[in-house]
């Protein structure tokens, strides 16, 4: 089983950035804590961060086909993001939108995700282990369900 692990804008700069709200972990860290709980799992990880959005579509046209799930922490895109939003549509692949932040206890513009109607479910203001929840309960969610059609 493969599973996504895409992360947004200004997510490269954790361990830098607004420490008080985001944690101390860095990216790589974090990731490296998904790769363990992976591995434990049993099941391979992609991970993924850009900038951009449209790398990020990019990204998810490109791997879609051969993956199962895709976790996914959009930054801002969150926010406004309906570019990345329809790749995620066009996916048809469970998605599990994670936060480290509490985007509900935050400035008003962050309680609203364009992202969480098309998710599956929605992990926020748990910190770096809201990606170990959300790859726990993915994986164990589609272990469960019967193979999806391929394309
Ligand atoms: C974030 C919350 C977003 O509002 C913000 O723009 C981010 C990070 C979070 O993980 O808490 O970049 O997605």
């Known amino acids: 089983m493969r599973i996504l692990i895409v992360h947004g804008p200004n997510l490269n700069m954790l361990g830098k950035r607004e420490e008080s709200v985001y944690g101390r972990q860095t990216l790589d860290q974090i990731d490296a804590l998904v790769g363990k709980e992976a591995q434990a799992l ?15 579509v990019d990204f998810v046209q490109d791997q879609a086909g051969s993956a199962h799930g895709i976790i996914i922490n959009p930054g801002a895109l969150t926010h406004y993001g309906y570019s990345l939003r329809d790749a995620l549509v066009d996916s048809k692949l ?16 962050r309680a609203r995700s364009v992202i969480a109607p ?7 203001g748990l910190g770096w282990r809201g990606y170990m929840s959300a790859l726990q309960v993915l994986v164990a969610q589609l272990k469960e369900e019967p193979p999806r059609q391929g394309p």
Not at 42 to 56: K, P
Not at 95 to 105: F, M, P, T
């Open 42 to 56: 049993g099941v391979e990880v992609v991970t993924f961060q850009s900038n951009h959005e449209g790398a990020l």
């Open 94 to 109: 469970p998605v599990v939108e994670v936060h480290l932040s509490s985007i509900y206890r935050r400035e008003e513009w």
């Open 118 to 124: 098309i998710a599956r479910g929605q992990i926020s």
